[in-house]
């Protein structure tokens, strides 16, 4: 069975702190691994990722995927109160168009 | 319009009435989805649509819920004799194909089933 599995489950940290944010998977025909950012309803999309090795950066946020070990991490450096939200880890197979997420990952950031 | 919306934002009903969920996708998006957020959990994906056709119908919890979508826009979610266990956020998101893997999120409805 197909399944996308996050770690940890929630995270307190201070401002200005580095988190990384785990998420490993189990697909058939993997085509890409998304991440995305939850702050109150709709998820808004952050990276996606289809090689291996190559990093994904967007300001303080950065992403890697290893199609070998399956497994993907979102690294959040220098940490703002903005950053509080469920960051949620998807994937998805070729063929089928199923987008299968993890539970995400709450993170809250204290100021 | 500039992003995907869905109506209504919340809904509380009674245990056994029918309940209609609306989603209205980016313009010129083909490819639209239905998923359902339970409180604390991950998204569940329900089903996806290429134009008005739905392929795959086998992420529908039970046969109490229906999705169509018509003129290759907006889309319905019914959920007939609603349960208590069907209380969560049913989000909406549209892609421009079925393969385009960016998704836009509609804000989502809260279903609230007493």
């Known amino acids: 069975e197909d399944k996308v599995v996050q770690s940890p489950l929630s995270l307190v940290v201070h401002e200005g702190d580095t988190v990384t944010l785990n998420c490993s998977y189990e697909v058939t025909n993997f085509r890409s691994l998304l991440w995305y950012k939850q702050e109150k309803k709709a998820p808004t999309f952050l990276f996606m990722l289809t090689s291996s090795g190559i990093e994904k950066k967007s300001g303080r946020l950065s992403s890697i995927l290893d199609k070998k070990e399956l497994f993907s991490i979102l690294n959040i450096t220098a940490t703002q109160t903005g950053d509080s939200a469920i960051y949620l880890c998807?994937?998805?197979?070729?063929?089928?168009?199923?987008?299968?997420f993890g539970a995400g990952t709450r993170l809250f950031v204290k100021a | 319009g500039a992003g995907v919306s869905q109506s209504p934002s919340n809904k509380v009903t009674e245990k056994g009435k029918d309940v209609e969920l609306r989603c209205d996708p980016i313009?010129?998006?083909?490819?639209l989805y239905w998923y359902r957020q339970s409180l604390g959990q991950g998204l569940e994906f329900l089903i996806y649509f290429q134009g008005n056709s739905a392929p795959d119908k086998s992420g529908l919890p039970s046969d109490r819920f229906s999705a169509e979508r018509t003129g290759g826009s907006v889309s319905t979610l019914t959920i007939q004799r609603t349960q208590q266990e069907d209380s969560a956020v049913y989000l909406c998101?549209?892609?421009?194909?079925?393969?385009?893997?960016?998704?836009?999120f509609g804000p989502g409805t809260r279903l609230t089933v007493l």
């Open positions: 998807a994937v998805r197979n070729t063929g089928g168009f199923k987008t299968i």
């Open positions: 998101a549209s892609s421009l194909t079925l393969g385009t893997d960016t998704q836009y």
């Open positions: 313009s010129g998006h083909t490819a």
